[in-house]
């Protein structure tokens, strides 16, 4: 079977992998303890493998989503350098979004932004490196529905989105609202890069 696989098979385009595996962050020997620390109650997940300066957290099927390392000489993360923005992790529905919030909430972890998106409904967080995560909820239930959303007139004006209170949801859903009701974005108007979060820009 695999002597006959073709490596010479012309394509268009490359093929693309079958999933996103994980990602590793770079921290400081000093802030290794506080950073897988605060990952483990994050995504309430756990250590695979972790010594000293290495950690490998799953919290899922995979043998590890996120891992760890601790090297000397790294300085601290300077917001304004290109790289990557965030990492962003998927909630299954509205309330679970919002009950991990209150627990992460209880653990001393804080958001510095909840705003619906339009195709998600987003609450950001910082790391204690400074690093950006979101925890989202998809909004549609097609991904050809969340791309139209994307290509409409509304997001063009605004591909930013609407500040939301997370409690205040919690407040409506249990007096009897929709979650559906709840992530329609509401119509605030047009939206530049002016409107980020000030946490955004200059980390924390």
């Known amino acids: 079977m695999a002597k006959d696989f073709d490596f010479d098979q012309k394509s268009a385009k490359v093929v693309s992998p079958t999933r996103l595996a994980h990602v590793v962050l770079r921290t400081t020997p000093e802030k290794f303890k506080a950073m897988t620390d ?19 957290i799953t919290y899922d099927e995979e ?7 601790a090297i000397p000489g790294t300085g601290p993360k300077n917001q304004r ?8 992790f998927t909630h299954s529905h509205l309330n679970e ?4 919030y209150r627990q992460r909430k209880a653990a001393g972890i804080d958001p510095f932004w909840c705003v619906n998106h339009g195709p998600t409904t ?12 979101e925890t989202q909820v998809d909004a549609f239930e097609t991904t050809e529905e969340a791309t139209d959303f994307m290509l409409s007139k509304a997001f063009q004006e605004n ?13 409506r859903i249990k007096k009897g609202e929709s979650a559906k009701s709840l992530l329609k974005r509401p119509d605030v108007g047009p939206r530049g890069p002016e409107s980020l979060p000030a946490a955004m820009l200059e980390g924390i």
């Open 81 to 88: 350098t290109c790289g990557l923005e965030h990492i962003a």
């Open 159 to 171: 591909p930013f989105g609407a500040e939301f209170d997370p409690e205040e949801h919690i407040d």
């Open 97 to 100: 979004l919002l009950l991990a």
């Open 63 to 69: 043998h590890h989503r996120l891992a760890i390392g």
């Open 122 to 133: 987003s609450i950001y967080y910082h790391d204690p490196d400074g690093n950006m995560l």
């Open 38 to 56: 605060y990952y483990k109650t994050f995504l309430g997940g756990e250590a695979s493998y972790e010594n000293e300066f290495l950690s490998f």
